[in-house]
């Protein structure tokens, strides 16, 4: 009979290196109050080093979708600590959040939210004018992005010319296009059919070994299993921070 690995294992929190450029310390994210009260996170902490290519997977309110989420910076722990890129982000200011997430974060979800009006060029060109990018860099720097993600021959056509695969390979080009230091990707290949799936997938994993930290959210194992590292959630915790592909096979749900 294989071993198995449980879910409900003593918990070992991931010792944060101090290299690790996301840091979670004793977050908790908490909603409601009283009886009402629901821990999203409990006690989370958690170290990702740089240049890790690393998935997060658990059930459907496990909290894996609420910690995707505070480290993106679209919401904050409600106590603990979130060191990003070794600096502090937990308790800062709305406009600094959006200049961080400008500048440091690229995210890429399932639905492509390109703006059906522009080109492939012009809608990875759109963070830039955010981050204050000269113009005449802005176009040279998007057509790159674009040809990293094998649309150097699509940069003018506009996502109603271009397939659900192709539309997602625009999203990644507008994602790293400032040059990010963490990619976070939720479910990305939700929308895409199994080919498609692993031409995306090709994509990020040619990023990483470029050298970009990416970070993925996925409910699918076939998903995680290309990633080198994958974090199993449940109840708001952590249970598993360091599960290996082959260890997948092995997980109690």
Not at 228 to 248: A, C, M, Q, Y
Request: with cysteine; hydrophobic share 40%.
């Amino acid at each position: 009979m294989p071993n198995t690995i449980s879910i409900t294992d003593s918990l070992v929190p991931n010792p944060a290196p101090t290299s690790a450029i996301i840091r979670l310390e004793n977050i908790f994210k908490v909603y409601g109050s009283g009886e009402t009260e629901v821990k999203a996170l409990n006690d989370v902490n958690l170290g990702i080093n740089e240049g890790e290519y690393c998935s997060i997977m658990g059930p459907s309110g496990s909290g894996k979708s609420t910690a995707m989420n505070i480290i993106g910076c679209l919401d904050r722990p409600s106590t603990g600590h979130y060191f990003l890129d070794n600096v502090d982000v937990a308790e800062m200011q709305d406009a600094d959040l959006a200049n961080i997430r400008n500048k440091k974060l690229g995210f890429v979800f399932q639905q492509f939210h390109l703006l059906p009006q522009l080109s492939a060029l012009e809608n990875v060109m759109l963070p830039m004018v955010y981050a204050g990018v000269n113009p005449n860099e802005r176009r040279d720097r998007a057509a790159e992005a674009l040809t990293k993600v094998g649309l150097a021959n699509r940069i003018n056509n506009k996502p109603t010319q271009l397939s659900g695969g192709q539309q997602q390979r625009v999203a990644i080009a507008r994602a790293i296009v400032n040059r990010p230091v963490v990619l976070l990707a939720d479910e990305p290949t939700g929308a895409l059919d199994s080919r498609t799936t692993q031409e995306v997938l090709d994509i990020f994993t040619e990023l990483n070994s470029s050298g970009i930290t990416v970070v993925m959210v996925t409910h699918e194992p076939e998903v995680a299993r290309q990633t080198h590292r994958i974090v199993w959630f449940r109840d708001g915790k952590v249970v598993h921070s360091h599960l290996t592909p082959e260890d997948l096979n092995h997980v109690a749900t």
